[in-house]
Structure formats: structure tokens, C-alpha cells
């Protein structure tokens, strides 16, 4: 039940982002949509904590600022792999630096609200 609701909280993130940045857009169906999501979830359960580890010092340097760049890198990653290139699920960034870093920001604030608002379910 707790991946369901983790899923779903991903997706209404994802989903907002799309609604509210203009360089993020998604064509395609529901059903994609929530592959986006899983893939969301594994790449923030993978390929995060790997990206943290080796940007530990610029981290540090900038007192944490950078994890937003991290959290763009990992976004970056979800939208190439969901890409028409790759999957073809229809999520698209039109820029590397913009859309992805304001929809990194916009996800992590939604999720945190959900996250907030949401229960735990063991």
C-alpha cells in the first residue's frame, strides 16, 4: 500500500510540475504517466544518492545549494529515459537548465506537501 501511495504522490508532483513550468510537457496517457513516475522513483532511489556522494565537496562549497542541481540532474535523467528517443512515454523538457531545475523545485515543495498532508501507511 505504501508504494501505491508513493507512486501516486510522485505522480501528482510530476504532474503539477508539467501544469506549472512551461519548459516540461507531456504527451501521452495516463497509464505512461505513471511509468514516468516509477522511473521517477527509481532514479531518486538509485542514481541520487550516487550523484550526492560525488558532488559531496560542491555541497559543502555552496552549504547545500547544490543539491538543487542534483535534484535537476536526476529530473534530466527521468526526462531522457522517458523521452522519445529512449521509452517514448511522452515526457519532454524543451531546456537542459530551466524547466528542469524549476520542475526539480516545484516536485520537491508538492512532495513535501503531500508528504505532510498524506499518512504513513506501513
Known amino acids: 500500500m505504501k508504494f501505491v501511495v508513493t507512486l501516486l504522490s510522485t505522480a501528482a508532483s ?3 510540475a ?4 512551461s519548459g516540461l510537457e507531456f ?3 495516463w497509464w505512461q504517466f505513471l511509468i514516468v513516475a ?4 527509481l532514479a531518486n532511489a538509485f ?15 555552496t552549504l547545500g545549494l547544490f543539491l538543487l542541481i542534483v535534484n535537476a540532474l536526476v ?4 526526462v531522457w529515459l522517458s523521452g522519445p528517443s529512449v521509452l517514448g ?9 530551466w524547466a528542469t531545475l ?18 504513513d501507511v506501513d
Open 89 to 97: 512515454l511522452g515526457l519532454t523538457s524543451t531546456g537542459f537548465f
Open 75 to 78: 529530473l534530466q535523467l527521468v
Open 18 to 21: 508539467v501544469w506549472l513550468v
Open 27 to 29: 504527451s501521452g496517457f
Open 14 to 16: 510530476l504532474w503539477v
Open 102 to 119: 524549476w520542475g526539480s523545485v516545484v516536485i520537491s515543495v508538492v512532495g513535501w506537501i503531500l508528504g505532510l498532508v498524506l499518512p
Open 38 to 41: 516509477a522511473i521517477m522513483g
Open 47 to 61: 542514481a541520487r544518492p550516487v550523484i550526492t556522494f560525488f558532488s559531496i565537496p560542491f555541497i559543502i562549497v
